[in-house]
C-alpha cells in the first residue's frame, strides 16, 4: 500500500489484458469512502513482456520493491526497486546480491525503521526435501543502522530570557540550502534528519528582531539522540548603536584596515536581516569649526557606507549622514574648562541606526532535499491505458 496526494494506493499484480505481457503491476487509487478506482499499469519502467510481481511500496522514501523475471538480473526472479508513484518513475535498479541469487527471489519487505528485510526465496541453504532449491523459505536480510538525530530547542529573547512566539525558524544544511522550517510557540520545537559528521544552522527571523541563528555539527554516537540547540534573539533598538573598534586617518575620511573586521560584523547583520534600512552616522569631537566638522562626518560615514556597498549591501539600504560636532555624549572639556581628552575620543565615534524596513523582503534560501518527490518525475510516454470500472 502507498501513499499520495490523491489518497492511499493500491499496488497488485494481474494478468490481465492491456498490460505489458505476462503478469503486470498494475494501481487503484482509494478514496476516502474506501472506493477503489480503476485499474491502471505502472508502466514499462517496471513491466516486461516478462512476469512481475510481488510489489511492496515504502512510503517513508517513495521506493516500490517489486521482482521480476523479464529485467536483467542474477537469475530467475530478482528483486528490484524504483522509486515514484503510480504512473510516474526512475528507471528500476537491481538491489543485487545478497538479497538476489540465482534462482527466485520474492516478496522483499522491510520493517518499519529499514533495518530488517525479508523475502522469499528458494536459494541453497533452504530448508530441502526433493533438491537443494526445490522449496521456498523466508530468510532475513541485516543492514547497517543509519544513526539520525533530532534537535530540539526553543526560540527566546536574548535580553529577557523569555520565549519568542511567532518567530520563523529555519532548518539550513552545511550548503545553506533550507531542508525545514517551523514557526516557534511555547512547545519545543524539533526537527529531524540530521546526520553524523555533517554542520547544520538554524535561523530564526521575526519582525522587530534582528535574525537569531546557530551553527552546529553532528557527532558520531552509537545511538539515536537529540541535540538540544536555542536560539536568542535581540530586539531591534530605536537609538543608535555604536560600531566599535572604527578607525580613521587622522583628519581624513579613509578606513584603516582594523575597521575592516567590526565592519564584516555589521555586513553579516544586514546580511541576515535583509529588511532593514539601516544609516550609518559619523560623529567628531569638538576640535576644529563647525562647518569641517560637519563635512569630515559626512565623508568618513559615506567611506563606511562605500565599504559595505562593494561588499554587495544595495544602495537602497544604506544612508550615510554626518553629525559633527551636534551629538556629543561626552563632556569635550573638564568643568574647569581644560580639554578632556577620554570625552572627545567618546564623541569621535561612528554608530548604525534601523530608520526602515522594506515591506515584504526576507531570507530566501535555496530548498535542499528534505525528501522525496513522485512528482518530480515526468510521466512516461504512450503507457497502456487505464481499463474502465465494470459495474
Not at 546526520?195 to 555539527?217: D, H, I, M, N, W
Not at 534573539?233 to 584603516?256: Q, T
Not at 560584523?265 to 535583509?274: A, F, K, R
Not at 554626518?322 to 567618546?346: C, F, M, S, V, W
Request: charged share 25%; hydrophobic share 30%.
Amino acid at each position: 500500500m502507498g501513499t499520495s496526494k490523491q489518497g492511499d494506493v493500491l499496488y497488485w499484480v494481474s494478468n490481465r489484458t492491456n498490460g505489458e505481457g505476462g503478469l503486470d503491476i498494475w494501481f487503484s487509487l482509494i478514496d476516502k469512502t474506501g472506493k477503489y478506482g480503476n485499474a491502471q499499469n505502472c508502466g514499462r519502467k517496471i513491466n516486461t513482456a516478462g512476469n512481475e510481481g510481488t510489489p511492496f511500496y515504502d512510503p517513508k522514501t517513495g521506493t516500490l520493491y517489486f521482482s521480476s523475471e523479464g529485467q536483467i538480473g542474477l537469475g530467475g526472479y530478482d528483486i528490484f526497486k524504483t522509486r515514484g508513484s503510480q504512473k510516474k518513475w526512475e528507471a528500476a535498479a537491481n538491489i543485487g546480491y545478497p538479497e538476489n541469487s540465482s534462482v527466485d527471489d520474492m516478496y522483499f519487505t522491510l520493517d518499519d525503521n529499514g533495518y530488517t528485510g525479508y523475502l522469499v526465496s528458494n536459494r541453497v541453504g533452504s530448508i530441502s526435501v526433493k533438491s537443494k532449491t526445490c522449496c521456498d523459505d523466508i530468510w532475513r536480510v541485516e543492514y547497517p543502522k543509519k544513526v539520525l538525530y533530532a534537535v530540539r530547542g526553543n526560540v527566546y529573547d536574548q535580553d529577557t530570557r523569555e520565549l519568542v512566539t511567532g518567530a520563523k525558524v529555519l532548518f539550513l544544511d552545511d550548503q545553506q540550502k533550507q531542508i525545514g522550517q517551523a514557526v516557534s510557540s511555547k512547545d519545543t520545537l524539533y526537527f529531524w534528519g540530521t546526520r553524523p559528521q555533517k554542520v547544520y544552522s538554524l535561523k530564526a527571523t521575526k519582525e522587530g528582531y534582528f535574525t537569531g541563528s546557530a551553527t552546529f555539527s553532528v557527532t558520531q554516537k552509537d545511538n539515536d539522540d537529540t541535540l538540544r540547540v536555542d536560539l536568542f534573539m535581540k530586539k531591534i533598538p530605536h537609538e543608535p548603536v555604536r560600531i566599535r573598534n572604527i578607525f580613521y586617518d587622522f583628519d581624513k575620511a579613509s578606513l584603516r584596515s582594523e575597521s575592516h573586521a567590526p565592519l564584516d560584523t555589521l555586513y553579516g547583520v544586514l546580511q541576515d536581516n535583509p529588511a532593514i534600512i539601516i544609516e550609518i552616522g559619523a560623529n567628531t569631537d569638538s576640535k576644529g569649526n563647525d562647518d569641517y566638522n560637519l563635512k569630515l562626518s559626512q565623508a568618513r560615514a559615506q567611506s563606511v557606507v562605500d565599504y559595505l556597498l562593494q561588499k554587495g549591501i544595495p544602495q537602497d539600504r544604506l544612508q550615510a549622514k554626518g553629525y559633527g560636532e551636534t551629538n556629543p555624549i561626552a563632556p569635550n572639556t573638564l568643568p574647569n574648562g581644560k580639554d578632556n581628552p577620554e570625552g572627545r575620543q567618546l564623541n569621535r565615534r561612528t554608530e548604525f541606526r534601523i530608520i526602515g524596513e522594506i515591506p515584504g523582503k526576507e531570507l530566501i534560501y535555496e530548498q535542499g532535499n528534505p525528501g522525496f518527490d513522485p512528482d518530480s518525475i515526468e510521466e512516461e510516454d504512450d503507457q497502456p491505458q487505464e481499463e474502465e470500472e465494470k459495474e
